[in-house]
């Protein structure tokens, strides 16, 4: 049972445009969620998170939108870079005390930038 | 500050071995986190020490073992090696706390033929 999914394996997208990325969940004690870049051969890297109680957190370039109704998180990045080409991942933590150090994480989307 | 070291970067291993992968976080960051991350099944978690203690544990035999040292390093055993052992095992290290960000190292490539 996949709690977090991520939906599209793949995203292509021209340099300086929007990159959307998509996540859904079906917990519904999930209260705090993550974004993450990953490289391969390497951890992933935190980029932005955002707590249930916010529909919105930027960070420069980056923005996390959660509409928790639907279950449903997204991710923008604007302008992409070529340097964005990575595989994304989205995770979240689930209020209580099990969450301690266990995040879920979706399957991750392979984005493509192209200069 | 320097990241989260582990050692060693890859590991070659036949079935039935056992395996020892050590984590050291972050200065200052009491927890340390385990995942194993597979092209099946995505990153998935291990289990969680603070303090020299066991705080969480996700859904792997107890073939899957760890231990955290008083100086916040943590390690973790495979005994029995299987086929489907083979992963990237990745540690993760935060101060300790709720709904923060985990810190990952690059990771140990475990190879098992």
């Known amino acids: 049972d996949q709690q977090v999914k991520q939906n599209s394996p793949s995203l292509s997208v021209q340099e300086g445009r929007i990159s959307i990325l998509n996540c859904d969940y079906t917990?519904?004690?999930?209260?705090?969620f993550l974004w993450y870049k990953k490289y391969p051969a390497e951890g992933p890297t935190f980029l932005i998170s955002?707590?249930?109680?916010?529909d919105k957190n930027e960070d420069g370039r980056f923005t996390v939108f959660l509409n928790k109704s639907a279950k449903h998180l997204s991710l923008h990045i604007v302008p992409s870079q070529p340097g964005d080409s990575a595989v994304y991942f989205c995770?979240?933590?689930?209020?209580?005390?099990?969450?301690?150090?266990?995040?879920?994480f979706g399957q991750g989307t392979i984005l493509t930038v192209h200069p | 500050k320097a990241g989260v070291t582990q050692t060693p970067r890859y590991l070659i291993k036949t079935r039935g071995q056992q395996v020892t992968l050590s984590c050291s976080p972050i200065?200052?960051?009491?927890?340390v986190s385990w995942y194993q991350q597979t092209p099946g099944q995505g990153l998935q978690f291990l289990f969680e020490?603070?303090?020299?203690?066991?705080?969480n544990k996700g859904n792997f035999p107890g073939r899957f073992s760890g231990r955290q040292f008083s100086n916040s390093r943590s390690e973790m055993n495979v005994s029995t090696l299987e086929l489907g052992d083979s992963a990237l095992y990745l540690c993760?290290?935060?101060?300790?706390?709720?709904?923060?960000?985990?810190?990952f190292g690059s990771g140990t490539q475990l190879s098992v033929l």
């Open positions: 993760a290290s935060t101060p300790g706390q709720r709904n923060e960000k985990l810190f």
């Open positions: 917990n519904s004690m999930f209260d705090y």
């Open positions: 955002i707590s249930s109680i916010k």
């Open positions: 995770a979240a933590s689930e209020l209580g005390g099990t969450s301690y150090g266990k995040l879920t």
């Open positions: 200065s200052g960051h009491r927890s």
């Open positions: 020490y603070f303090s020299e203690t066991q705080r």
